[in-house]
């Protein structure tokens, strides 16, 4: 199962936005509504930000949204604070099938986001 | 709180065996599905695999690139998940983090443990 892709990097001045994409297939994005994004600083424990494409955890501020369309989704970042940056990375359930196995997890690749 | 604290990381050499430890706190650990995640120095997540709880079916999954060279079982009266790798490779070199699996994501997380695969 290849990894989401993401834009490796991405960045904005403080109170910008920036959105970060995360593309896959039918077979795992375009295929389920279970896709989440983390976010982590370095030498840190990913966190949950946003799960089934837009809902955010208790405590995620709502400056964080996310949104899917067909095989690609989306994580934006509005209002940019010097703590968002980190690390993205994009996460879907996906079908394993043709590799002998029910289901499982894929994640992107990561996008670094820098606070200019 | 809830709180999950990885072990059993360290050096071990290409062919060997290492059984890494996750215990939980702060919730019902027999209730919930329990996945293994990896980040190679440098690189991205890889999701490892999970075990579902016992009324979920006690199943497990694997990713490919381990499956038949890791096994995670659970120890629900001990509140502790286990990643038993065998046969590694240098390219299992990565910090692993236990993590709870549910329909809103991988929730919580360990900080994560450190395996080395070096001769």
């Known amino acids: 199962q290849s990894a989401l892709t993401q834009p490796p990097s991405a960045s904005g001045s403080p109170g910008q936005s920036v959105t970060i994409s995360c593309t896959g297939t039918?077979?795992?994005?375009?295929?389920?509504?279970?896709v989440s994004w983390y976010q982590q600083h370095p030498g840190k424990a990913p966190k949950l930000i946003i799960y089934e494409v837009s809902k955010r955890p208790s405590g995620v501020p709502d400056r964080f949204s996310g949104s899917k369309s067909g095989n690609t989704a989306s994580l934006t970042v509005s209002g940019l604070q010097a703590e968002d940056e980190a690390d993205y990375y994009c996460?879907?359930?996906?079908?394993?099938?043709?590799?002998?196995?029910?289901?499982?997890?894929?994640f992107g690749t990561g996008t670094k986001v820098t606070v200019l | 709180e809830v709180q999950l604290l990885e072990s059993g990381g360290g050096l071990v050499k290409p062919g060997g065996s290492l059984r890494l430890s996750c215990a939980a706190s702060?919730?019902?650990?027999?209730?919930?599905?329990m996945s293994w995640v990896r980040q190679a120095p440098g690189k991205g997540l890889e999701w490892v695999g999970r075990v579902k709880s016992k009324a979920g079916g006690g199943t497990r999954d694997y990713a490919a690139p381990v499956k038949g060279r890791f096994t995670i079982s659970r120890d629900d009266s001990k509140d502790t998940l286990y990643l038993q790798m065998n046969s590694l490779k240098t390219e299992d070199t990565a910090v692993y983090f236990c993590?709870?699996?549910?329909?809103?994501?991988?929730?919580?997380w360990g900080q994560g443990t450190l395996v080395t695969v070096s001769s």
């Open positions: 993590s709870t699996e549910g329909p809103s994501g991988l929730q919580y």
């Open positions: 039918s077979s795992d994005v375009g295929g389920y509504k279970y």
């Open positions: 702060g919730f019902i650990f027999s209730e919930v599905w």
């Open positions: 996460n879907s359930y996906a079908d394993f099938n043709n590799f002998a196995y029910a289901f499982g997890y894929v």
